[in-house]
């Protein structure tokens, strides 16, 4: 569509008014030689193409929109380059015309032609010549001014329409304020949040529909805030919003801000989510080679074909957690949630709302939204529910109802929800002994044990220890920004032939103190953690009992006069007077034990 298209009612009156001022006929083209308006003969052409259409043709109207510049016609008649009408077998009578560019912005719009039909109106064309020029051209800057201000306007609409999409699209409720604070624009999401409509936000005060919003501020100093927290209590009810303010400026003035916000639990929402679906963890996450590790490894990967119900056995720190996560990242399920929920860590008052959510006005303290449970979070991914063996009786059965027909009711709530969810669940209990002493439900267990997978504890796996210690201590560099290169041989021993009862964590630990620790490139027994070096101690007293009574004296006599040498920087004076030694006689003992 042409620029002058977009104003025909004004061209036509441009044209008439003109005609009436002049009189002559005048005919308005567009760029195209589309024609737009005119008087007499060519009023009944609006719509039609003069010249055919051709721009390139030698023609009159094509030749001054490729030139830009107004042409006179004095013998229409007997002009070459003109385009006589034909009505029949009759050509018309043109006799003569001014044909003046319309000219924006550099650019060739259209064409205005004043035309003499009558000797009396060719006379005016020849005889007045300049003052129909001057005028016609004044007339084409007017055509052109008004066809730049309906372009700025289509343009304004254009950006308006877009900001409006904007501001829908957006998920965060939106209010731009005057700088008075006064609303003058918002988004429907913002009146969501606040249970109304945008009618009734704009216009009013930003301290009469969020009180004591630091917002005002922003409009004296002009420094904005990013995600604060922030609590506004409006006609009784309570809005718990994470807030960015921002200023706009005009110049070096305030023009007003703009406030985006989200309902908190909508962003603990999206956090959780971020968290549980991007922090992804495979089977080729596991570390260990042992025979062990890699048939659990294996009977993962086999698992995560299906959607039955898997129970994770193992001791506490073996990794439940990270099998949990790469069978399901290893399903069909890898695109949606995974959601953790640690049974043993949730008081028992509050794990039925953690677990199934509750409906508005459920309980005191209850939001008054309500509140979505772990079991929604995860419709259609996974919940891996942790240390089950904690679970309340009676819990255990919604649990097993959930797990047999894939619905429940929230707490306080009649509407059933259904969901698909596929669970796991971890222990480091013995769950046959708790359905002994009355502790879990026999039926729940063998609903959740479909699939059982156990989890092999460090000191079966030993083949795996300096794999894993080595792939903590690149972590943990990291982490720290240091350049520990190795351990020393006596601590890669002592882990090698430690029972690990904490498993993967407690090595895990180990390594991390080891790494703070350390002041050289190298993690020595210095840097071991004492709870382990009393353990090994305690161990190896005990692994020393079946020898002989006078070596096991030696070798408690090295241990104390090792540990007196370290604690007085190996002065041989001070430990010999502080065990009642000669010095002689702690020279030969240290000869005798081979200490060095």
């Known amino acids: 569509m042409?620029?002058?298209?977009?104003?025909?009612?004004?061209?036509?009156?441009?044209?008439?008014?003109?005609?009436?001022?002049?009189?002559?006929?005048?005919?308005?083209?567009?760029?195209?030689l589309r024609i737009l308006g005119g008087t007499g003969y060519y009023h009944g052409r609006i719509g039609k193409e003069e010249e055919d259409g051709n721009l390139e043709g030698n023609y009159l109207y094509a030749s001054v929109l490729r030139t830009g510049k107004t042409q006179y016609v004095e013998d229409a008649q007997n002009y070459k380059?003109?385009?006589?009408?034909?009505?029949?077998n009759t050509r018309l009578g043109e006799l003569a015309e001014i044909c003046t560019p319309i000219i924006l912005k550099g650019d060739i719009i259209?064409?205005?032609?004043?035309?003499?039909?009558?000797?009396?109106?060719?006379?005016?064309?020849?005889?007045?010549?300049?003052?129909?020029?001057?005028?016609?051209?004044?007339?084409?800057?007017?055509?052109?001014?008004?066809?730049?201000?309906?372009?700025?306007?289509e343009n304004a609409e254009v950006i308006r329409d877009e900001m409006s999409t904007v501001l829908e699209t957006a998920h965060e409720g939106i209010f731009a304020l005057d700088r008075k604070g006064y609303v003058k624009h918002c988004n429907n999401r913002a009146a969501a949040l606040f249970g109304t409509n945008k009618g009734d936000l704009i216009e009013r005060h930003i301290s009469s529909i969020m009180p004591g919003s630091p917002a005002i501020k922003v409009l004296d100093t002009g420094r904005g805030y990013i995600e604060n927290e922030e609590i506004f209590k409006v006609d009784g009810k309570q809005h718990h919003f994470i807030v960015t303010v921002k200023p706009f400026m005009s110049g070096d003035e305030i023009d007003g801000v703009v406030i985006s916000f989200r309902d908190i639990e909508e962003a603990q929402k999206l956090v959780y989510n971020f968290n549980t679906r991007k922090i992804k963890n495979t089977v080729d996450d596991i570390i260990g080679i042992s025979e062990n590790i890699m048939l659990a490894k294996k009977q993962a990967l086999i698992t995560a074909r299906s959607n039955s119900t898997v129970l994770i056995t193992g001791e506490s720190g073996t990794g439940k957690e990270m099998?949990?996560?790469?069978?399901?990242?290893?399903?069909?399920?890898?695109?949606?949630?995974?959601?953790?929920?640690?049974?043993?860590?949730?008081?028992?008052?509050?794990?039925?709302?953690?677990?199934?959510?509750?409906?508005?006005?459920?309980?005191?303290?209850?939001?008054?939204?309500?509140?979505?449970?772990?079991?929604?979070?995860?419709?259609?991914?996974?919940?891996?529910l942790d240390e089950i063996g904690d679970m309340p009786l009676h819990l255990q059965v919604k649990i097993l109802h959930v797990l047999q027909n894939m619905r429940f009711d929230r707490v306080g709530g009649s509407k059933s929800?259904?969901?698909?969810?596929?669970?796991?669940?971890?222990?480091?209990?013995?769950?046959?002994?708790?359905?002994?002493?009355?502790?879990?439900?026999?039926?729940?267990?063998?609903?959740?044990s479909v699939i059982p997978l156990s989890i092999p504890p460090?000191?079966?796996?030993?083949?795996?220890?300096?794999?894993?210690?080595?792939?903590f201590l690149k972590k943990y560099n990291s982490f720290m920004n240091k350049n520990i290169e190795k351990f020393s041989p006596e601590v890669e021993e002592l882990y090698m032939n430690h029972d690990w009862p904490g498993n993967v964590r407690e090595l895990e630990n180990a390594v991390e103190y080891g790494t703070n620790m350390a002041f050289g490139n190298v993690i020595t027994m210095e840097e071991v953690p004492a709870r382990i070096l009393r353990k090994e101690e305690e161990m190896d007293r005990f692994r020393n009992l079946d020898r002989?009574?006078?070596?096991?004296?030696?070798?408690?006599?090295?241990?104390?006069?090792?540990?007196?040498?370290?604690?007085?920087?190996?002065?041989?004076?001070?430990?010999?007077?502080?065990?009642?030694?000669s010095r002689a006689t702690l020279y030969r003992k240290l000869a005798e034990l081979d200490i060095n």
């Open 458 to 471: 460090l000191r079966e796996r030993k083949d795996d220890i300096k794999l894993l210690m080595y792939h």
């Open 323 to 384: 099998f949990a996560k790469a069978i399901h990242y290893a399903s069909a399920r890898e695109d949606k949630p995974f959601v953790t929920v640690n049974c043993g860590a949730i008081p028992e008052n509050l794990l039925e709302s953690e677990l199934f959510g509750y409906e508005k006005g459920a309980f005191t303290g209850a939001s008054e939204k309500g509140k979505e449970g772990k079991f929604e979070l995860a419709d259609g991914g996974t919940i891996f």
């Open 548 to 581: 002989p009574l006078a070596e096991q004296v030696k070798l408690y006599e090295k241990e104390i006069i090792t540990k007196k040498l370290k604690q007085h920087n190996g002065v041989k004076e001070t430990v010999a007077k502080e065990l009642g030694l």
């Open 2 to 32: 042409s620029v002058l298209s977009g104003i025909k009612e004004s061209v036509q009156q441009v044209a008439e008014a003109i005609s009436i001022a002049v009189g002559l006929e005048v005919e308005i083209v567009d760029n195209k």
């Open 81 to 88: 380059g003109y385009d006589m009408p034909v009505v029949g």
């Open 417 to 448: 929800i259904l969901v698909d969810v596929r669970v796991i669940a971890a222990t480091n209990k013995d769950l046959e002994k708790l359905i002994e002493e009355g502790r879990f439900r026999e039926d729940l267990y063998y609903r959740l």
């Open 110 to 153: 259209g064409i205005i032609g004043l035309v003499a039909f009558t000797e009396e109106q060719r006379h005016i064309i020849l005889y007045k010549r300049e003052s129909m020029t001057v005028f016609v051209e004044k007339m084409a800057d007017l055509l052109a001014a008004k066809a730049d201000q309906q372009a700025s306007l």
